[in-house]
């Protein structure tokens, strides 16, 4: 189910991840809203553009130490899917031993 437009804030932030809520934050900031994305809601949809999706993608790397590739929210354009390319590149590779 997409938002848009954006929903206000206290509707949508209860079923965010933490990733999805520092996303949020930075999306808000980014796009110059008052209103939080929901999950499903589509970057472009809801105001984005080329030099937005620039400013996230230096924002994302600046505040949460992610660094996308150049046009990263083209493939993954809502807060869910950025969501979770965000977490997989903040993880540590495994190198598939474990201590116990």
């Known amino acids: 189910m997409s938002h848009s437009p954006l929903a206000p ?4 932030t209860a079923g965010l991840t933490a990733t999805e ?3 949020a934050d930075l999306w808000t900031e980014v796009l110059r809203t008052n209103a939080i994305p929901g999950a499903t809601d589509n ?4 105001g984005g553009d080329s030099m937005a999706m620039v400013t996230l993608e230096y924002r994302i ?16 354009p809502t807060l869910r899917e950025l969501a979770s390319i965000v977490d997989a590149l903040a ?5 598939g031993s474990g201590t116990y």
């Open 9 to 12: 804030a206290n509707e949508l």
């Open 21 to 23: 809520r520092n996303l």
């Open 43 to 46: 970057f472009f949809e809801v």
């Open 61 to 76: 790397h600046e505040q949460m130490g992610v660094e996308l590739d150049p046009g990263t929210v083209l493939s993954a």
């Open 91 to 95: 993880r540590p590779p495994s190198n």
